[in-house]
Nanobody
């Protein structure tokens, strides 16, 4: 099982980024998926979630209207389009199924995450 996030980088406030997550060795078809953010010195928190059929999405208040989560079950991928970025969006972004992470033979799988830094 591999979870690989990409697309992060350094961006100025007000800018945009598109994050991607590719999962191999585990089918995402039957699971809700979330993007999580771990800000410096803070716990990892979910910021966006999408259901199995791509018919329902949910966002935490501080990203509502700025972030859009999407999925492609044919490619086993999930994306996060981020716009109007703010300094408080800075952190490492991870994807995983929700509410529990991908678990195979008792082992939880997380990717390395992708760093997003919003700064002028």
């Amino acid at each position: 099982v591999q979870v690989v996030e990409s697309g992060g980088g350094l961006v100025q406030p007000g800018g945009s980024l598109r994050l991607s997550c590719v999962v191999s060795g585990f089918s995402l078809d039957h699971y809700a998926i979330s993007w999580f953010r771990q800000a410096p010195g803070k716990e990892r928190e979910g910021v966006a979630c999408i259901n199995t059929r791509d018919t329902y999405t949910n966002y935490v208040d501080d990203v509502q209207g700025r972030f859009t989560i999407s999925r492609d079950n044919t490619k086993n991928t999930v994306s996060l389009q981020m716009s109007s970025l703010k300094a408080e969006d800075t952190g490492v972004y991870f994807c995983n199924i929700d509410p529990r992470p991908i678990t195979v033979d008792g082992k939880d799988y997380w990717g390395q995450g992708t760093q997003v830094t919003v700064s002028s």
